[in-house]
């Protein structure tokens, strides 16, 4: 089982980004997907879920209307457009399985993370 982020990397306030997850090893329709983010001195944030299915989405309130969870189940990608970035956006974003929304203190698989960092 892998999961794979991408698209991670420097960008100015109030530009955008689209970060990827590949999933290897189990189907993405199997699990609730997340993107959770963890700053520099700081523990893991929940960012965004998309159920099963992927008709269900969940969103924090730091990123909702700026940030859109999709995921392509035949292609077993996880996508996070993140759009209006700000500083404090910075951070490792990981995607993660787990069997519902949210973050609970564990995940079922999480992968290893792409740095997003957000400066002029």
């Known amino acids: 089982v892998q999961l794979v982020e991408s698209g991670g990397g420097l960008v100015q306030p109030g530009g955008s980004l689209r970060l990827s997850c590949a999933a290897s090893?189990?189907?993405?329709?199997?699990?609730?997907m997340n993107w959770v983010r963890q700053a520099p001195g700081k523990g893991l944030e929940w960012v965004s879920s998309?159920?099963?299915?992927?008709?269900?989405?969940y969103y924090a309130d730091s990123v909702r209307g700026r940030f859109t969870i999709s995921k392509d189940n035949a292609k077993n990608t996880l996508y996070l457009q993140m759009n209006t970035l700000k500083p404090e956006d910075t951070a490792v974003y990981y995607c993660?399985?787990?069997?519902?929304?949210?973050?609970?203190?564990?995940?079922?698989?999480r992968g290893q993370g792409t740095q997003v960092t957000v400066s002029s």
């Open positions: 993660a399985a787990d069997k519902g929304p949210y973050y609970t203190g564990t995940f079922v698989y």
């Open positions: 090893g189990f189907a993405l329709s199997s699990y609730y």
């Open positions: 998309i159920s099963r299915s992927g008709y269900m989405t």
